[in-house]
């Protein structure tokens, strides 16, 4: 269990001894948590019931995991992350897109777990020891769990697959002893006083199935390859790896998610959850949920926190992996005391998880395209150019960047930031979408329409390697 030493360089075939049931464990372990759950309560406090929640939710999964999962089959190729894998189609720096996007991922979800699930804690310890609830406190734990987390982060990818594996199944039990502890409470009915925030249902419904639904999946566009660079494909197949990649995501992501719509309706909770949350919970739960939002909250994220320190370790090359961990993890926790202090939360949620959908989505279109074009077939090598600050490779374009793809990216989230709908921010085309946003569509089929017109030939297959026809679904 020493320190991993790997950043975004390429894994050697030794050391890919994962496979598909530890991809599932991960997927599933680290997303049993609060920051997950609470995406479940976004469409409660968005004005939805049961059933307009668990739709809306359901459906935004299903449809983020088919976008997402194929993404885990390129670093089962490429032995790396995905952002440095998507030089392949962007550039050795046009990757760079991939690890901004990836970075701005992880953090917001990094401080949105720290948040949720330190305000819990600092409620449940509140009702159990009478300790205060003030400014200080709250600043205190929140450091404790960002200081947790950063250990877990640094030891790296071996030390949090051991954790997910035990959380996968304390989590589990946890959760489901949760539905018994609030089943007395719970109504099917919306939280009173809770209006359709955009006036309407199925407007409110779109909504919901974005920011609560396929926001999920897309968090993992930068983050799958963390895993799988670690599964070897000599020995597990791409269609293998595929599955274990959907299982895991739609399981990992419905579980907590429905729970959170559960007690968020049990608990009345609708402009807040961990307030409600906590202070529905009876006597007996307090320390089971004190747990929960303890060990689910640095399993979380410690494998953003780690996801990000490959991000701004592909982005400094000169920065070892467990430096830029530290760093990144100094910055999380501030953004967690931004959010605690400076911001309400279902408009900070929502603005972000929607915003970066809009900004996410065309990048991982693009690169799924680009992964069906080349057939799975890279170049290891070439892919490590720029991290090794070097010149030149199959991937070098025009001075390392492919000015096609990454303007294709560019307009694509031009156009998903112009149609987004955020309690902060209203996009002008909103106007031309019935005030429904459809940000994550029309970004995706921008990006990838002009990235397809753009560049007609397919991508040439790397030198000394045999091409896999079909790697997406083999």
Known sequence: MAIEQRGVDTIPEAERTSGPRDLVAILLGSNLCLGVIVFGWLPVSFGLGLW????????????????????????????????????????????????????????????????????????????????????????????????????????????????????????????????????GDFTAAPVPDTPYLLGSFWPTWMLSAVAAGLSGPVAFITLLGDYTRYVSPARHSARTVWRATCLGLLVGLL????????????????????????????GWYLVPLLIAATAG??????????????????????????????????????????GHFASDAQSAMTSFVLLLTAIGTPWAVITLIGHLRCRGAYDPEALQVYNRRSRGGIYWYAAGWHPRATASWALGAGVGLAAVSTPLYEGPLLALTGGIDCSFVLSGLTGGLLYAVLTPAPERDAPGTEAVPGALVD
């Open 297 to 338: 909250s640095v399993g979380n994220a410690g494998l953003m926190l780690y996801s990000m320190g490959l991000d701004l370790d592909a982005i400094l090359p000169r920065a070892t992996r467990a430096r830029a961990t530290l760093v990144v993890a100094a910055v999380a926790t501030g953004f967690v005391f931004l």
């Open 255 to 282: 579980v907590p998610q429905l729970f959170g719509t559960f007690t968020a309706l049990a608990a009345r909770a609708g402009l807040d959850y961990a307030g409600p949350l906590v202070a529905a919970s009876p």
């Open 52 to 183: 307009g929640s668990v739709t809306s939710v359901v459906a935004g999964t299903v449809a983020g995991v088919a976008v997402t999962a194929p993404l885990a089959l390129v670093s089962l190729r490429t032995a790396t992350n995905l952002s440095t894998s998507s030089g392949a189609f962007f550039g050795v720096r046009g990757r760079l897109v991939g690890s901004v996007v990836g970075l701005l991922l992880s953090l917001g979800y990094t401080a949105l777990t720290l948040w949720i699930g330190g305000d819990v804690m600092v409620g449940t310890l509140a009702r159990l020891t009478g300790l205060s609830t003030g400014d200080g406190t709250h600043a205190a734990v929140y450091a404790l769990l960002a200081a947790c987390t950063v250990v877990g982060a640094v030891y790296g990818y071996r030390l949090l697959l051991r954790l997910s594996k035990a959380l996968a199944v304390g989590m589990t039990v946890l959760l489901a002893v949760g539905l018994f502890a609030y089943a």
